[in-house]
């Protein structure tokens, strides 16, 4: 019954900015780390960002920190990803992902229970 939809992915220009949102239901939202993921044409899926179940703290991965925000809105079920400054390297299947919260952050998408189904990001230069 847990659903973690995602949307708002599409093609945009290098320098560009999308804004990802995952709506989530069928579990207790705030008792979960949300992770965003993205995996990329014959690469493997890779840790993007994570905010914690409250939204107090954020993780990034060097790649994106800087140019993405993650957000939540517990009362809305919704995580979200702002993604400023887009790169052809952006391109990716951007996952949305649920960890329940404990003491350790998982940066590994093997660790997360639940699982959207992906949006597309394509970046052109």
């Known amino acids: 019954q847990v659903q973690l939809v995602e949307s708002g992915g599409g093609l945009v220009q290098a320098g560009g900015s999308l804004r990802l949102s995952c709506a989530a239901s069928g579990l207790t939202f705030s008792s979960y780390r949300m992770g965003w993921f993205r995996q990329a044409s014959g690469k493997d899926r890779e840790f993007v960002a994570i905010?914690?179940?409250?939204?107090?703290?954020?993780y990034y991965a060097d790649s994106v920190k800087g140019r993405f925000t993650i957000s939540r809105d517990n009362a809305k079920n919704t995580v979200y990803l702002q993604m400023n400054n887009l790169e052809p390297r952006d391109t990716a299947v951007y996952y949305c992902?649920?960890?329940?919260?404990?003491?350790?952050?998982?940066?590994?998408?093997?660790?997360?229970?639940?699982w959207g189904q992906g949006t597309q990001v394509t970046v052109s230069s």
């Open positions: 905010i914690s179940g409250t939204g107090g703290s954020t």
């Open positions: 992902a649920a960890d329940r919260v404990g003491l350790v952050i998982n940066y590994s998408p093997r660790e997360y229970d639940y």
